[in-house]
């Protein structure tokens, strides 16, 4: 049983910042791949950052140099730091794990960009 949960989102101003949260009830937290995608109404999700056991990581070009993605594999959490904030970056977003070939996502978290 995978439970993935989100927090952290919420309504922000351009240019701002925001973490968002990602707590998994998985044993065998550490080996395992996490990512973050989001969706915006009427698009496909897209994956935005991840990162390996190992803490090797891959962006998105878009939010490459904004956002930032790490894990506390102690309390089984991976965060998204946002920065620069843009309209565009609103969303939902999703934390997934990578967990023996296949994703499991949270219910996901909404945030929004004003202009």
């Known amino acids: 049983q995978v439970q993935l949960v989100e927090s952290g989102g919420g309504l922000v101003q351009a240019g701002g910042s925001l973490r968002l949260s990602c707590t998994a009830s998985?044993?065998?937290?550490?080996?395992?791949?996490l990512e973050w995608y989001r969706q915006a109404p009427g698009t496909q999700r897209e994956l935005v950052a991840s990162?390996?056991?190992?803490?090797?990581?891959n962006y998105e070009d878009s939010v490459k140099g904004r956002f930032t993605i790490s894990r506390d594999n102690a309390k089984k959490t991976v965060y998204l730091q946002m920065t620069g904030l843009k309209p565009e970056d609103t969303a939902v977003y999703y934390c997934?794990?990578?967990?023996?070939?296949?994703?499991?996502w949270g219910q996901g978290t909404q945030v929004t960009v004003s202009s």
């Open positions: 998985i044993s065998a937290f550490n080996i395992f791949g």
């Open positions: 997934a794990v990578r967990r023996y070939g296949s994703l499991s």
């Open positions: 990162i390996t056991s190992g803490s090797s990581t």
